[in-house]
């Protein structure tokens, strides 16, 4: 990983602390990464048809040189993946081959098949280790740090779940050089807010550089997908369980999931609507006066500059009220909203669930 | 509780510490144990028929007089309540009555309640606190106790789930009167495995208090589950992820699930097969130079006065190998065996799956 010149970091959670790996070989070094970790033995690859396609053979040819036995296992693409019916259909898979607690699960490709994964990999035998190997800028940003894992229920999405720490997570950049344009600019949507919430020079490199970004300039990618995942990491390793500061990575996740559920989850890309949710949460936060209009002004242009869409669809009032109380990080009747006070710096403030309707309503009027 | 005289447990597991509460009035002091605990709030209470027709209405009425809005759910009795499409049922529930990660869960039952309860305690949004109010002697003595939640895949029992340790532990002795003398009989087996593993004298005192015992002599069966639950909570505190010396808690299982396994879990209760699983481990554990016959004739002989079986069904050597292969606990071709070496100790042995086997072979041959 020389060439691409990106120390690996280290996620600080006591004895649940691991490392992430950046290289840009299409995945060629995963095998030895995995080896020096887990002891060889049976192991389940959860994948998709599309990566399976790509990366496979020479992933499991690699397992196997150097004693693995590796179990693939194929999951659907997109959300319809996350469902407990199909993490029991991998759990029984496992099963049939013998796979015992001394194996692990990889998860090898995009958000979708490391929250699946990784959840399969918590409660197979009460858990065994994981390994993330994401393949989206949307994973390697994001999903795959952390240790959330789940899949949906028929009344939203991961609401069933686990936090699972990875043993490793391997990201591995030139797997976005085939990425669909449109979940590379997805991903986007989660660099530009860990730039808003946690490092305003981010954000101004990222003003400078977003075309090369999208452009999958690896040189360039490298150390902002590094940058993420620190922050990410730290804010992470502060809190672990979500009890305070972690609930700052929700920023644009509050309405962007209310968008998500006003919308069947089929019309927008998570990182779409959560685009759509910063630019929106950043002007209630103007609204109850945390910043001012050039703070917004900018949030909505490097949203709009990344090719992601800045505003919210017109939905009814009461369906806004309908998907903010079904919000997982509701508590009774107050939400903890994460307002900026300015670029790189947010604050968590315990609104009421009708206070903020109310501003959004306002900001709606004014519209 | 003064009138019961046995006073709280603490499990010591650093910020999962939890107490266990002991009672002996019809659950009248559970309401006001939870409101110690748990912020008043939505909560659901999870139990079965037979369970909940006997306690709910009081425990209900409780809840609802110090603020909680209890969310009853029944689920089948037995272990087909065991599954993750039930786990997905309460779950569903669950959020239809708008409970949020400010809520929890109350397993009020038998083991089977309190794995399936505290398994969706686990997952819920991934993860809210759980009271476990065991009411059979097996959950007690075992099951309420180190955190251990899940439930069967149809290849196996337990192979999905997760440790969740619950928030207290409230066990009320006056819920085992009204218990079938075959569910105590049952329950005695994990109270005999407890003292084989960890206490001569708790062996000799069950030697000489049996017939008081099963006749549910509170006053003498109180300081006998508590003991039970402070060997299972210092074994747990030692080692909560079962890497080392939480598998002595195994004694009598290796056996005991071959047994549950190849009779389809139908014919014996989890008690039983126990017993019969005791008695053969301390027969093989004499085969392999560990213990003496006394110490086998003394297990035995307490296993049959609690009136329970001490004699494995005749199955074949290969369906034997079929089950112990199966057993969650092994590795690759080692099992972890706990073998007995005196009344009150034991120590894990790491035998090869055919050694095992053969000395197996070689007791049933000389029956």
Known sequence: MGDL??????????????????AADRLAGLPDAIARILPAGP???????????????????????????????SVPDGERAKTLRVAERVIGRMLAAGLDRSSAVVALGGGVVGDLA??????????????????????????????????????????????HQPS??????????TLPPRELRAGMAEVIKAAVIRDARLFARLERDIPRLLRVDVAALAPIIRRCCEIKAEVVAADEREAGLRAILNFGHTFGHAIENLT??????????VAMGMVLEARVSRRIGMCGGAVVARIEQIVRR?????RAPAFRRDAWRRAVLADKKR??????????TE?????????????????LDRERESR
Chains 1, 2 share one sequence.
Do not use: M
């Open 5 to 22: 010149g990106v120390k690996p970091l280290r996620v600080e959670l006591g004895e649940r602390s691991y490392p992430i790996r950046f």
């Open 43 to 73: 192991l389940a690859l959860v994948t998709n048809a599309a990566v399976g396609r790509r990366y496979l053979p020479a992933v499991r040819d690699g397992l196997r040189e150097r004693g693995f036995a590796p179990l693939v296992v």
């Open 306 to 310: 990344a090719g992601l869409p800045a």
């Open 264 to 273: 069947g989850y089929r019309r927008h890309k998570h990182g779409e609507a």
């Open 168 to 177: 490793l997570v391997y990201t591995d950049l030139s797997t976005l050089r």
């Open 331 to 340: 508590r009774a009747d107050k939400i903890a909203f994460v307002a900026v």
């Open 343 to 359: 670029i790189g710096r947010v604050r968590i403030e315990s609104l009421a669930v009708t206070d903020l309707l109310a501003a």
């Open 118 to 163: 990784g959840f399969v990999a918590a409660i197979f035998l009460r858990g065994v280790p994981c390994v993330q190997v994401p393949t989206t800028l949307l994973a390697q940003v994001d999903s795959s740090v952390g240790g959330k894992t789940g899949v949906n229920h028929a009344r939203g999405k991961n609401l069933i779940g686990a936090f």
